[in-house]
């Protein structure tokens, strides 16, 4: 007799359609189940038991309980008849701002699904570990949406390296579309504590339920390539994938998560440290019911990390960090068009924002109006991802094929720049990932600090006092002029909501051109012999021709030698509205600006000064870039002792 670790593993193989007896999938998996071994259920139904092309097995009797190490392989049916059920299912594509290739998947030929009223509460019943379950259309089951008891597949708690693979799961092996009066009720796959499984290359759909749980303290799960499309179905709280009550640790990768009723990904009540990384999560939130949860991204507990993906077009949120949730980073994602769709019951638009982190009196559900989360004073406020300040972006200039950026943001942060889709409060939405730009870095070249105070480029953005930063980088493709830039923080591991919106603009260009003149006419060659006692006037032109407006504009000029300056003699042009020009005269060179000149100073005759050496001209107010309020004229006069 062999012991069970000697136990050989069995194919015991399914050559009907029969609900029970020999040869039924039944009967399989109970053999599979008094085997020790790791087996195999293979399928042979001949030709002649075959509905269009796939072997159809209406359950009535019950679950299929599976208590051993087993796979069952649909795919055998294929390999041993032959592919009678051609073609393939899926929109394939690509998902995530990777760009990860999504499979479509084979339209299997072997098709399990309930004939019993009421319906079985369960399909198939994963009660062991190291179980496959592969190649199979799987639909119909369940008495109660987001239920333990109810499900097309569920697994028991403290099991292992459950692999559910190339499986339709939800819809016919012919056609990944609702199937109405005969849909599932309960969820497509749950978890009730399980570890360390594998959920990838499936097509998980049309459920009253959720598409997948990952319940009751499931951690290790892979969740990966699959479609997860239209789950919720009248349950306008269940979600595409929900990572629920205390489990964590699991990383979804690569999937299409879409036209869910609830959120495309919840975290509910999950104790953190997931990995949601190049996802596309678009259209979700969509559902019409009562309990309504509309974000793409729901987020709960600590330590996960939402990366990379194309989270757009849901009716919510695009990633909602509720008020308990911390330290969460939210990096180099595509977040777009969020709160701008109807919802099945064509009701208009949410508004919601790009990232919502919220406040304690905040709804978790939907968010609460006007959802931004305006910055604080010492951003000590408590809220999701501790309401980490956003930064403020002053300016968003082009300069010699660089682009110069500065603003504001909280010491240390990691401010990740994006190409905006601007959303109607002109905060965010962060679509195009640029780069990542510390603060207080060697890159940064304003070490300073300051207080910013609303409104800052037309948008109420609170105040803070903290540091300054200017960064130069090289000009990213797909930035000129015009392009609208938006920014997030991320500090401790936790990151903000987006910034207010900045448009990029070239940098002015101040053209100076100075002529000396005695009498009206400008004296181009330079000044001729004239006679002691002669005033000259020297005026200096200036124009800004560049791609937007100068300010801080400061013009330096030396008083020409064998010349005394003429005190008050100062005349100014100003084309620009609000532009007003402050005059400060030196004698030490042209630094400190310091001297007071005195009528007939330096033996010079009343109303000149000969120690006067340098003039200067600050400018206060915007010098426009548009003509003709873009030029204008200072000048002074001196006289030939």
Known sequence: MLCASQ??????????????????????????????????????????????????????????????????????????????????????????????????????????????????????????????????????????????????????????????ELNILGASATSFTDPGATRSVGDNIRSIGADSGTIQNNLIGYSNGKGIQLGGGSTGWTVQNNEVRGNGINNSNLDGIDIENGSGGNTIIGNLFTANEALGVDMYQSSGSNNIQNNTITGNGIGPNANVETAGVRVYGTGSLIDRNIINANYGAGVLVTTAATQNIITRNSIYANGTITNKASAAASGEIGIDLQTATDNENTGTSPFVTINDSGDADAGGNGLLNFPVLVNATIYSGNLILTGYARPGSVIELFIAAPDPRGFGEGQTYLASLTEGSASDTDATTGTYTSPVNGLTVGTDTTNKFKFTIALPAGVSAGTVLTATATLSSSTSEFSGNIPVVNAPVITLAKCVFSGASCLQTGVPDVQPGTDLVYKIDFSNTGGSSASGVVVKDGIPTNTIFKLGSVTTTLGTTGLTVVVAYSNDGGTTYAYTPVSGGGGAPAGYDKTVTHIRWTFTGNLSQTSPANAGSVGFTARIP
């Open 7 to 164: 136990a050989r593993a069995t194919t015991y193989t399914v050559t009907n359609v029969n609900d029970t007896g020999a040869g039924s999938l039944r009967r399989a998996v109970t053999n599979a189940n008094a085997n020790a071994g790791t087996d195999i259920i293979a399928f042979n139904v001949p030709g002649g038991l075959l509905t269009s092309g796939v072997a159809v097995i209406k359950l009535t009797s019950g679950p299929l309980v599976i208590t051993e190490a087993v796979t069952v392989d649909g795919t055998t049916q294929t390999a041993n008849v032959g592919n009678t059920n051609a073609g393939s299912l899926g929109v394939g594509g690509t998902v995530g701002v990777g760009a990860l290739s999504l499979s479509t998947v084979n339209r299997p030929e072997v098709q399990v699904m309930n004939n019993a009223s009421p319906a079985i509460a369960i399909g198939f019943d994963v009660q062991a570990s190291n179980v496959t379950i592969r190649g199979l259309s799987i639909y119909g089951f369940g008495t109660t949406a987001n239920d333990d008891a109810s499900g097309n597949i569920r697994i028991g708690a403290g099991f292992s390296t459950i692999r559910i």
